[in-house]
């Protein structure tokens, strides 16, 4: 009745901007990422504890609809195990990461409150449930579930139950990829993804471009990391930061991500590129780029970055699996 997963991160090198359901989570165009270690997040859930549900993230208790999406999650795993009564839940999550390490815990928060949630309630392991399941919490935690390079398949159905994730090159596929993640800046974005990705989609003339483009780009992604090709992988992860950017710069009213500190250090990307550096940025609905490069460049990209103004740097290289670290 009680279970802990471990899950790491992920960075989208095409990104997911935009639902056409929102109850459900059910994004308009499919999206790729990278799953990013050595970040990690640990989620502990129990079955049968206490008089209520109790949730508790990062050393404190959750309300309002950060405590409603855990609830979400949890709700559903007890209506698929309905034979057996399952009894109030308690949650326990931390990330191993600070919130100043500019990438979102909740993708990997999701994932392993997902895997330990079913391994909790006595349901098999299976990727492709625990994927669904934590959707449920955040789009981009259904990419979390497995290592490497993982696609989310924006599916058809109106009820989501073909909208998951799916691992396409597990992490020791390309083992020399790294992700550096630099922050420029620690300012509280304004706006947070989820109402920045509607306003895109009810407002930005972009949009529907937005959707085709991205869905093209998926299937071109998936050729140029099967190829090991970090040219064209970096060129086409730039451009779709790009595009997604401009989709919310064209929104009413316009959404700006970028400060000055990330434009700096994106032309600073552009003129090493031009001196045969193979350093290429991407850029989620935050300040803070994150730099593609290879393991022969990881430290070059983290010295670009801190010349730029960089306050804390982070090399990640791929993840594996979010997996159960105990059986109670
Ligand atoms: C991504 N982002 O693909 C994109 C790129 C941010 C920019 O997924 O509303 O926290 O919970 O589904 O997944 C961040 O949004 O949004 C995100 P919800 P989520 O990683």
Not at 139 to 156: F, T
Not at 232 to 241: K, P, Q, T, W
């Amino acid at each position: 009745m009680k279970a802990t997963a471990l899950a790491h991160p992920n960075l989208a090198l095409v990104k997911y901007w935009g639902k056409r359901d929102d109850a459900l989570i059910l994004p308009h165009q499919s999206s790729l990422s990278l799953t990013l270690s050595p970040l990690s997040v640990r989620t502990t859930v129990a079955f049968g504890e206490g008089n209520a549900d109790a949730v508790e993230l990062n050393g404190y208790v959750a309300k309002g609809s950060e405590r409603d999406r855990v609830l979400r999650v949890l709700d559903t795993v007890r209506a698929e195990a309905k034979e057996r009564s399952l009894g109030p839940a308690r949650m326990v999550s931390r990330g191993d990461f600070p919130a100043s390490a500019g990438l979102a815990s909740s993708a990997a928060g999701f994932a392993a409150l997902a895997v330990a949630a079913r391994a909790a309630a006595g349901l098999p392991a299976d990727p492709r449930a625990s994927s669904l399941l934590a959707r449920l919490g955040s789009g981009s935690a259904c990419r979390s579930v497995q290592g490497g390079l993982c696609e989310w398949m924006r599916g058809e159905r109106p009820d989501g139950s073909d909208s998951y994730a799916v691992q396409r090159f597990d992490e020791k596929h390309w083992p020399e990829l790294r992700m550096v993640v630099a922050i420029v800046s620690r300012d509280e974005k304004e706006v947070k993804s989820r109402d920045g990705m509607k306003n895109a989609v009810e407002t930005s003339p972009y949009y529907p471009a937005w959707v085709k483009d991205a869905e093209a780009e998926v299937v071109r992604a998936r050729d140029y990391i099967a190829r090991k090709d970090l040219q064209a992988l970096g060129d086409m992860c730039e451009r779709n930061a790009w595009r997604m950017h401009a989709t919310s710069l064209a929104a009413d009213p316009p959404l700006c991500y970028l400060m000055p500190g990330t434009l700096a250090l994106i032309h600073s990307l552009r003129e090493q590129r031009k001196k045969g550096v193979p350093v290429w940025f991407t850029l989620d609905a935050g300040p803070n780029p994150c730099i593609l490069t290879d393991a022969a460049h990881e430290v070059a990209a983290e010295a670009l970055a801190r010349a730029c103004g960089a306050t804390e740097v982070v090399r990640c290289v791929p993840g594996g699996d979010a997996r159960l670290l105990t059986e109670h």
